[in-house]
């Protein structure tokens, strides 16, 4: 089923619609009514009830379109040892992230935000956002 907050969007080519809450007496209920009533009258559902609403201007709404979320983690631990560690893979033995200045550990820094990527068990496959640390990895 369609949601009915839909058909209150404008229509860029035609901005002078009206919404569904517009079709109440006066100019245009008329028609209102009678796409009303052949509605119900085709199916007494709540589903038809709800196309009630949709069909006052159909030409102006396009494809629902299910939102994306970005599911976002900030790192809490790892104060006392300058952030955590980073993994080149899932895998809790797969090699550390190193700095290529001097090949030591690439710590993720505590208060880092990063995007998921990939959740395996326990482990996060993530995109780094803002701080410091390693573009890409596990933790």
Same mark, same amino acid.
């Given at each position: 089923?369609?949601?009915?907050?839909?058909?209150?969007?404008?229509? *860029? $080519?035609?901005?002078?619609?009206?919404?569904?809450?517009?079709?109440?007496?006066?100019?245009?209920?008329? /028609?209102? =009514?009678?796409?009303?009533?052949? !509605?119900? =009258?085709?199916?007494?559902?709540? /589903?038809?009830?709800?196309?009630?609403?949709?069909?006052?201007? #159909?030409?102006?709404?396009? $494809?629902? !379109? /299910?939102?994306?979320?970005? $599911?976002?983690?900030?790192?809490?631990?790892?104060?006392?040892? =300058?952030?955590?560690?980073? #993994?080149?893979?899932? *895998?809790?033995?797969?090699?550390?992230?190193?700095?290529?200045?001097?090949?030591?550990?690439?710590?993720?820094?505590?208060?880092?935000? !990063?995007?998921?990527?990939?959740? #395996?068990?326990?482990?996060?496959?993530? $995109?780094?956002?803002?701080?410091?640390?390693?573009?890409?990895?596990?933790?």
């Amino acid at each position: 089923a369609e949601s009915s907050d839909q058909a209150s969007m404008p229509s *860029a $080519e035609a901005p002078n619609e009206t919404d569904a809450s517009d079709a109440t007496p006066g100019a245009g209920a008329a /028609e209102g =009514e009678a796409i009303a009533e052949a !509605v119900v =009258e085709e199916d007494s559902s709540m /589903e038809a009830l709800a196309a009630i609403s949709l069909s006052v201007d #159909r030409d102006c709404l396009g $494809e629902a !379109v /299910e939102p994306e979320f970005e $599911e976002v983690w900030q790192v809490v631990g790892g104060s006392s040892r =300058e952030g955590i560690l980073v #993994r080149l893979g899932c *895998a809790l033995d797969s090699p550390l992230a190193v700095r290529d200045d001097d090949g030591t550990p690439d710590r993720m820094s505590t208060g880092s935000c !990063v995007r998921k990527l990939e959740m #395996r068990g326990s482990r996060l496959h993530y $995109e780094l956002l803002s701080g410091t640390g390693p573009s890409s990895g596990w933790i």
